[in-house]
DNA sequence: TGCAATAGTTTCGACTCGCTACTATTAAAT
DNA sequence: ATTTAATAGTAGCGAGTCGAAACTATTGCA
């Protein structure tokens, strides 16, 4: 079996497991891009919580993700804030009861990574994150990484400061996921 | 990073893939669904060709690969063919134009993995079939293998012979997936 | 013979998804 | 300073997914 047969193989392979875990309802009353986005929300900072962030992460269209986001409202998981600063903007803030769907909930696919020996997990979550990265630099997309990793922080007492925005961050501003993030 | 983090993590991966994946339109007219039930009919066997097989395969109802398979007949790229032994059932085979379009389109993402070292892509392809197959066991679903691969395959000359469905295979039936194998 | 299981379909409601058209706001160019 | 272009978000359309439930038509049992 040659590398390009490998691809076709693993491509299926990502398409099934994503599936396999899709059509189990881990994620309670959410569809899968419902969970995505919420997910998605709890871990980025503040300055990306827009529609069309999470549209660029979800890779879809900022029209879906308008509206995966009224739908997540509508349940209450999220609050949506308009901005002070451009009043186009909007940013969603994850509600407790969003928070509280997020933890941690089990599933099949989980367990069974559980079960990897520790070395094949190292190797899944490296490759995996590789291929993620690679695709986005590839199509000139976001690379959704951490604050306090960007190229864009400078480290100050009791957080740190984006030279790009030009704006003082927080503790948890810093550890959390920025659109803007591109690696030091 | 614990293995529970990890578990974590590569759940949200190999979702994230497989949304950048569907986001490229490297499957032509179809949409992912779409596209991952005809390459699924164009690899089964005569004998794992039903709306239900299907279902099993990508972990979904009757009722909605109903719905794509009739998608796909409208759109001429698979043929409806009624059993003669057992009147419910249905067997979809595909077209000549169904199968130029399964071939090998090429993707960000097949592109991204062939960079890949090939001892890393051993490694991924292996632990995704592992953790594929660890699911179907978990939720005892049918594992999907190659015919020839199964323990009620007896080689004969020409092909084989089948001792759970008691019918002789010719030699393409037991090259291709069957929806009754069982491992050895 | 009669009843339960099976194969497939249809319909419903909520939703995704890409698309186009549209409003409001902000930024840039003249 | 004013026009023009870009940006942020939304609404509506059509095709389709998805689970669930209700519904035929067969087939298999007891």
Known sequence: MNDTTHA????????????????EDWNGPLNPSQFAALAYLA?????????SHVADYLATTRGTAS???KALARKKLINETRSEADKRSIRYDVTGDGRALLDEPASDLSDVIDELPSETVE??????K????????KRSG???GICRSCRHFAPQAGGGYCSLLEVPLNKSDSEEICHEHEAA
């Open 8 to 23: 076709l193989a693993i491509r299926e392979l990502i398409d099934r497991l994503s599936r396999l875990n899709a059509a």
């Open 67 to 69: 509206q995966t986001l």
């Open 130 to 137: 590789t291929l993620v990265l690679a695709i986005l630099r």
């Open 123 to 128: 190797c899944l979550a490296g490759s995996l």
């Open 43 to 51: 871990r980025a900072n503040r300055f990306s919580r827009s529609p």
């Open 142 to 144: 976001r690379s959704f």
